[in-house]
């Protein structure tokens, strides 16, 4: 049995439109004769007495392909009778539904064979690509480089800044937690200042804390200029502030640099949130934990971002410490040898 004259009448047009249209696949074909192909195995995969296609044959084209016909069913102009609208969107979603199954017992076998590992690695290249290039262009209409930029853009621009960026700092986790912290701090120690620091982590969390009218404190130390790793200082300040604005909804976050004896500083980032449960205490430094709940605490089920700013201070010879009390706040902080600089340098 197959689809309704109507129904199959207007898909034959929606796969006229795609044909004629096939540069629009191009990341995923070379030529309009593979997409006029494809189309066609496709258009057979509706049919609701047609065998459902095997692993071998499903090839990215044929999704992306899928995923367009059922766009253009629901927006396309013309558009088709409700009655046939329900039958082609349930036929779309027969053969996603059965693609989609496969496809991730595919991905989970690659994931649990011998290259496990580097399938990961490359799909967090293949996310800091676009990452990059979107944080790129909100740099450039930031600066006005586009022209001028209203205040209220500015703060839009700055969200999307610090959205790209959280989420390219996610890909690096991954990428970092493969290779292990000792290529985490491979630049070594050099002159850096905490007052650029504190300065670059401020202006990408100042339009979260804007956005949710939290206060951002920084405090910074008499001696400015020290010699570490200003790298690997710089990610750890910047994901446990951000870590600290997400689960913060009143008050504010302080960044704390203090002097103790000799070259001794200690870095502390502290909230006024919501706190952290003893119960979740156990496994909040564990990479790819389940995702935990207690009361109305959550915290990401990857665990990616502590699990990496640990494994930076223990490469720069320190240990993360936590101090927590549910609903008055949390305290991350580290203690680091970092001797002051005597001599002048310059940072352009």
Same mark, same amino acid.
């Given at each position: 049995m197959g689809l309704p004259d109507t129904a199959r009448g207007h898909l034959d047009e929606v796969a006229g439109r795609l044909q004629a249209d096939w540069?629009?696949?191009? %990341?995923? %074909? =070379?030529s309009a004769e593979e997409v006029r192909a494809v189309t066609a195995e496709v258009l057979e995969w509706l049919a609701p007495s047609h065998p459902l296609p095997d692993d071998g044959l499903i090839t990215p084209l044929h999704v992306r392909l899928l995923g367009a016909i059922r766009r253009e069913v629901l927006l396309g102009t013309p558009a088709p009778t409700q009655a046939d609208? =329900? /039958?082609?969107?349930a036929a779309v979603e027969r053969v996603m539904v059965a693609i989609e199954s496969r496809w991730a017992e595919r991905f989970r076998d690659?994931?649990?064979? $011998?290259?496990? /590992?580097e399938l990961v690695v490359e799909i967090a290249h293949d996310l800091r690509s676009p990452l990059t290039s979107i944080l790129f262009l909100a740099e450039t209409m930031l600066q006005g480089r586009s022209g001028p930029v209203s205040a209220l853009q500015e703060r839009q621009l700055?969200?999307?800044?610090?959205?790209?960026l959280g989420l390219s700092a996610v890909a690096s986790d991954m990428v970092e937690l493969v290779r292990g912290k000792d290529r985490l701090t491979a630049e070594g120690r050099f002159p850096f200042s905490f007052a650029e620091v504190l300065g670059a982590v401020e202006d990408i969390v100042r339009p979260i804390a804007e956005e949710k009218g939290l206060a951002l404190r920084l405090h910074p130390p008499t001696r400015d200029v020290r010699v570490g790793h200003p790298a690997a200082l710089s990610r750890v300040l910047l994901n446990l502030t951000t870590n600290a604005l997400k689960f913060t909804t009143t008050g504010g976050v302080d960044i704390r640099i203090e002097e103790l004896d000799g070259d001794l500083v200690e870095c502390? =980032?502290?909230d006024t949130g919501r706190g952290i449960p003893a119960e979740a205490l156990a496994t909040l430094f564990e990479p790819f934990r389940r995702r935990q709940q207690a009361g109305d605490y959550a915290f990401s089920g990857s665990g990616l971002g502590l699990s990496i700013c640990r494994k930076l201070v223990e490469a720069m010879g320190a240990e993360l410490a936590v101090s927590t009390e549910p609903? /008055?706040?949390?305290? #991350?902080? #580290?203690?680091? +040898?970092? $001797?002051?600089? %005597? +001599? +002048? /340098?310059?940072f352009g």
């Open positions: 540069q629009r696949f191009g %990341t995923d %074909t =070379v609208a =329900v /039958v082609l969107l690659r994931l649990d064979g $011998p290259n496990g /590992v700055g969200l999307i800044y610090a959205a790209a502390s =980032v502290a609903g /008055v706040g949390t305290r #991350f902080s #580290f203690r680091l +040898e970092l $001797p002051a600089q %005597t +001599e +002048e /340098v310059y």
